[in-house]
């Protein structure tokens, strides 16, 4: 069964910093872009960093210069390293994939979300 397993979620005080890591699991042929979301309380959910196949990052205004993405293709891993947090970051953190699985079928999988609360 294809899926994206979650981890490193947590509570941190500002300025600290947590690990995200988003593994894929099942018979994937190739890990396509991938990205971080993330849903704060009352808001709406936004993209936060995305990366290609080929190692190329954009992020969104709020978190750059904070936020690292990066991926582990032979791992079919993405991990999200946030630094200076912030409350705002406060968050439920998504992480998703565009791949092709072991049939050459191209999906978009989900994570199932990891709770990050930054108190200040």
């Known amino acids: 069964q294809l899926q994206l397993v979650e981890s490193g979620g947590g509570l941190v005080q500002a300025g600290g910093s947590l690990r995200l890591s988003c593994a894929a699991s099942g018979g994937i042929r190739r890990m396509n872009a991938m990205a971080w979301e993330r849903q704060g309380p009352g808001k709406q959910r936004e993209v936060v960093a995305t990366?290609?196949?080929?190692?190329?990052?954009s992020y969104a205004d709020s978190v750059k210069g904070r936020f690292t993405i990066s991926r582990d293709n032979a791992k079919n891993a993405v991990v999200l390293q946030m630094n200076s947090l912030k409350p705002e970051d406060t968050a439920v953190y998504y992480c998703?994939?565009?791949?092709?699985?072991?049939?050459?079928?191209?999906?978009?999988?989900w994570g199932q979300g990891t709770q990050v609360t930054v108190s200040s």
């Open positions: 998703n994939a565009d791949v092709f699985d072991y049939y050459y079928s191209r999906l978009r999988l």
């Open positions: 990366i290609t196949s080929g190692g190329s990052t």
